[in-house]
T-cell receptor, first 114, second 116 residues
Framework: GNSVTQMEGPVTLSEEAFLTINCTYTATGYPSLFWYVQYPGEGLQLLLK?????DKGSNKGFEATYRKETTSFHLEKGSVQVSDSAVYFCALNAGGTSYGKLTFGQGTILTVHP | GAGVSQTPSNKVTEKGKYVELRCDPISGHTALYWYRQSLGQGPEFLIY????????DSGLPNDRFFAVRPEGSVSTLKIQRTERGDSAVYLC??????????????FGQGTRLTVV
C-alpha cells in the first residue's frame, strides 16, 4: 500500500538556521506530493506541492523537489524564523483506487528559538 | 468565514454514547473528506465524498462509523457506541470540482472528540 515516512522529530533550531525535514514515500504509479503545515491553534494548510518527477514546489522560502529515483520529497529552508514553528506533514495522493485520498506521514514538530 | 467549518470544536462523551460531528465545506466544493488524527500521528483517511455519494469509504474502521452528505454540501460523521479508542481529532477537508492528483484540500480546524 501507499505510505509516507518522515524523519524522527521534534526538531529544534535557532533563528536563521538551515532546515531539512526528510520525507520518503512508497506508492504505486505516479503520485502527487505535498507538504502541509499546522501552526499552533490553526488547521492544516498546504505549504507546497509537486505533481511530477523533478518538479520543485516552493512557498514562503520553503522548497521541496520531487525525486522519483530516491522516492523522496525533502523539505528545506535556508533561514528559519520563529514564526515557522509548527508541525509539518508530508503527504501523497496516489490516484488509482486511492483517488481523492491523501496519505500522510506522522508529522515533524519544528520549534525555532530566537 | 470562507473556510471549512467544523462543529463542535470539542466534544466529550461517555463510552457507549452516540455522537455526530458536522462539517460545512467551502461553498461550491464538490469533494469532501473526513480524516482522523490521533495524538502524535498524521491524519488518517476515513471517507471521501464526491457530491452526495461516498466515492471511497475504505478508511472507516468498522460499522460503528457512518457519514452522510445528503445535499452535497454539509456532511455529518456519525459514531455509534463510542469507545475510548475513538478519542482523536476528526478533521474535515474539501476540494473544488477539478479533482486532479495535485488538487489542494482545504482543512477545517477539527473536532476534538474525547470518550470517557
Amino acid at each position: 500500500g501507499n505510505s509516507v515516512t518522515q524523519m524522527e522529530g521534534p526538531v529544534t533550531l535557532s533563528e536563521e538556521a538551515f532546515l531539512t525535514i526528510n520525507c520518503t514515500y512508497t506508492a504505486t504509479g505516479y503520485p502527487s506530493l505535498f507538504w502541509y503545515v499546522q501552526y499552533p491553534g490553526e488547521g492544516l494548510q498546504l505549504l507546497l506541492k509537486a505533481t511530477k518527477a523533478d518538479d520543485k514546489g516552493s512557498n514562503k522560502g520553503f522548497e521541496a523537489t520531487y525525486r522519483k529515483e530516491t522516492t523522496s520529497f525533502h523539505l528545506e529552508k535556508g533561514s528559519v524564523q520563529v514564526s515557522d514553528s509548527a508541525v509539518y506533514f508530508c503527504a501523497l495522493n496516489a490516484g488509482g483506487t486511492s483517488y481523492g485520498k491523501l496519505t500522510f506521514g506522522q508529522g515533524t514538530i519544528l520549534t525555532v528559538h530566537p | 468565514g470562507a473556510g471549512v467549518s467544523q462543529t463542535p470544536s470539542n466534544k466529550v462523551t461517555e463510552k457507549g454514547k452516540y455522537v455526530e460531528l458536522r462539517c460545512d465545506p467551502i461553498s461550491g466544493h464538490t469533494a469532501l473528506y473526513w480524516y482522523r488524527q490521533s495524538l502524535g500521528q498524521g491524519p488518517e483517511f476515513l471517507i471521501y465524498f464526491q457530491g452526495t455519494g461516498a466515492a471511497d469509504d475504505s478508511g472507516l474502521p468498522n460499522d460503528r462509523f457512518f457519514a452522510v452528505r445528503p445535499e452535497g454540501s454539509v456532511s455529518t460523521l456519525k459514531i455509534q457506541r463510542t469507545e475510548r479508542g475513538d478519542s482523536a481529532v476528526y478533521l474535515c477537508a474539501s476540494s473544488p470540482d477539478s479533482i486532479g492528483l495535485g488538487t489542494e484540500a482545504f482543512f477545517g480546524q477539527g473536532t476534538r472528540l474525547t470518550v470517557v
